[in-house]
C-alpha cells in the first residue's frame, strides 16, 4: 500500500525566506503525487500535481516540487515566503486510479 | 469558479444519533469522496462513490456508514449511530476523470462534526 510521510508537523520561516516543506513517499508502483493547502477555515486546494511527466512541477502561488525517484521524494519549495503562504499544506499519493492518500500535515508560520 | 459545498459548516450531535452530512459536488463531475480529519491527524480516506456505486472505502467505512446520491446533485453522508470518536472535520471532493492523476479532485470547505 502507498502512503506519505511529511517530516515536520511545523515550519517557520521569514518573508522572503526560502520555504522547504518534505514529503516522502511509498509505492510499490509509480505514483502521482499532489501538494494540497488548506488556508484557516476552508477546504483543500490544489498547489501542484506529479503525474509522470516533468519530473520539476510548478504550482500556483510560486510553488514548486521535484520528484525525484531515487529519494522517493517530492518536496515543495517557494523561492521567497510571503506572509499570505502561512497555512497547512499536505502531500499526498495515488496510484492507479485509487483515492487520494494524504500525510500529516505540514503547518507553514510565516514571519514580518 | 465552480466549487463544491458542504452543509452545514458545524453539526453538534449527540452519541448514538443518527447524522447526515451533505455535499453539492461540482455539477459535471462524476468521481465523488468522502474524507475526515480529526483534530490534529492527518486527512483520511474514508470512501470513492461512481456511477451511482461504492468504488472504494477505506476500513474506517464500516456499517456505521453510508453514502447516497438522493439526486442528480447532491452526495450525502450518513453516519448511522454516532461515536466520540466520530467528532473529526469531513471533507467532500469531487473529479471529473476520478484520481487517475490527471484530473484534480475538488475539495468542500468541510462540515465540522463534534459529537457530545
Known amino acids: 500500500a502507498q502512503s506519505v510521510t511529511q517530516l515536520g508537523s511545523h515550519v517557520s520561516v521569514s518573508e522572503g525566506a526560502l520555504v522547504l516543506l518534505r514529503c516522502n513517499y511509498s509505492?510499490?508502483?509509480?505514483?502521482?503525487l499532489f501538494w494540497y493547502v488548506q488556508y484557516p477555515n476552508q477546504g483543500l486546494q490544489l498547489l501542484l500535481k506529479?503525474?509522470?511527466?516533468?519530473?520539476l512541477v510548478k504550482g500556483i502561488n510560486g510553488f514548486e516540487a521535484e520528484f525525484k525517484k531515487s529519494e522517493t521524494s517530492f518536496h515543495l519549495t517557494k523561492p521567497s515566503a510571503h506572509m499570505s503562504d502561512a497555512a497547512e499544506y499536505f502531500c499526498?499519493?495515488?496510484?492507479?486510479?485509487?483515492?487520494?492518500?494524504f500525510g500529516k500535515g505540514t503547518t507553514l508560520s510565516v514571519s514580518s | 469558479e465552480p466549487e463544491v459545498t458542504q452543509t452545514p459548516s458545524h453539526q453538534v450531535t449527540q452519541m448514538g444519533q443518527e447524522v447526515i452530512l451533505r455535499c453539492v459536488p461540482i455539477?459535471?463531475?462524476?468521481?465523488f469522496y468522502w474524507y475526515r480529519q480529526i483534530l490534529g491527524q492527518k486527512v483520511e480516506f474514508l470512501v470513492s462513490?461512481?456511477?451511482?456505486?461504492?468504488?472504494?472505502k477505506s476500513e474506517i467505512f464500516d456499517d456505521q456508514f453510508s453514502v447516497e446520491r438522493p439526486d442528480g446533485s447532491n452526495f450525502t453522508l450518513k453516519i448511522r449511530s454516532t461515536k466520540l470518536e466520530d467528532s473529526a472535520m469531513y471533507f467532500c471532493?469531487?473529479?471529473?476523470?476520478?484520481?487517475?492523476?490527471?484530473?484534480?479532485?475538488?475539495f468542500g470547505q468541510g462540515t465540522r462534526l463534534t459529537v457530545v
Open positions: 471532493a469531487s473529479s471529473d476523470q476520478g484520481i487517475l492523476g490527471s484530473s484534480e479532485a475538488f
Open positions: 509505492s510499490s508502483v509509480p505514483p502521482y
Open positions: 506529479y503525474t509522470s511527466a516533468a519530473t
Open positions: 499526498a499519493v495515488s496510484v492507479a486510479g485509487t483515492a487520494l492518500i
Open positions: 455539477s459535471n463531475h462524476l468521481y
Open positions: 462513490f461512481y456511477n451511482n456505486e461504492i468504488s472504494e
